[in-house]
């Protein structure tokens, strides 16, 4: 079974260095070329045939970004692997729009580069752990910024939300408050005035945004 070619571009000495003694450690993989920058990596591609590239964002004279961006528009069916020290959203989000296969923070590969590169070559996506709870902090932010305070909300209303997300429906709601339907709908329709909701499945979500299931 032939070893898949990796190619490390990176302007860092000691980290091709380091990357190619992680990655040859695997009987599986081989790197067959390094680069210290972008443009000396297509220079390189243009003459030799690899299956992978794992690639640094910060490089000098082209960086990762422009470089993955002409990369796939002149070689077909090369994965590419973002191994950086950055961990932000913008980075991220630019290089795989652009067509990454994963992303990787350097800290991560000593225990986790060869499964990210096996991972890769199956055909799926890889984004390490660090990187993960990044987006994941980052999505509970704009959730919490997006979705409006329970506090706008008036002792019934929160009442009737609770049991709202019980499924109980207005007749239910109505006997055990001891109001009537009509009221009930009345304090529906303020919910989901106050809160821009749509619908019950809203409610609900929003509730449970809220912990109060």
């Known amino acids: 079974m032939s070893k898949s070619k990796i190619i490390i571009a990176d302007d860092h000495t000691f ?74 959203y913008s980075h991220f989000r630019e290089v795989m729009a652009h067509g990454a296969s994963g992303y990787m ?34 999505e509970l932010r704009s959730l919490d910024e997006a979705v409006p305070s329970l506090e706008i909300l008036t002792r019934r209303e929160k009442q009737i939300l609770a049991m709202i997300t019980k499924s109980m429906p207005n007749k239910n709601i109505a006997s055990k408050l001891k109001i009537s339907i009509r009221t009930v709908e009345h304090h529906r329709a303020n919910l989901t005035g106050k809160l821009g909701l749509k619908d019950t499945a809203s409610l609900v979500k929003y509730a449970l945004t809220k912990g109060l299931i």
């Open 15 to 88: 980290v091709r260095v380091g990357l190619k003694e992680l990655i040859n450690k695997d009987p599986d993989l081989i790197v067959v070329a390094e680069a210290k920058n972008g443009q000396e990596l297509l220079d390189i591609l243009a003459n030799k045939k690899c299956d992978l590239v794992v690639m640094d964002i910060s490089m000098p004279e082209m960086d990762g970004v422009a470089t993955i961006k002409e990369l796939y528009e002149k070689f077909k069916g090369i994965k590419v692997l973002i191994l950086s020290m950055l961990k932000d």
């Open 105 to 138: 923070v350097k800290d991560d590969a000593p225990e986790q580069l060869d499964s990210a590169i096996k991972t890769i070559l199956r055909g799926k996506k890889f984004i390490s752990p660090s990187v993960t709870t990044m987006l994941a902090e980052r």
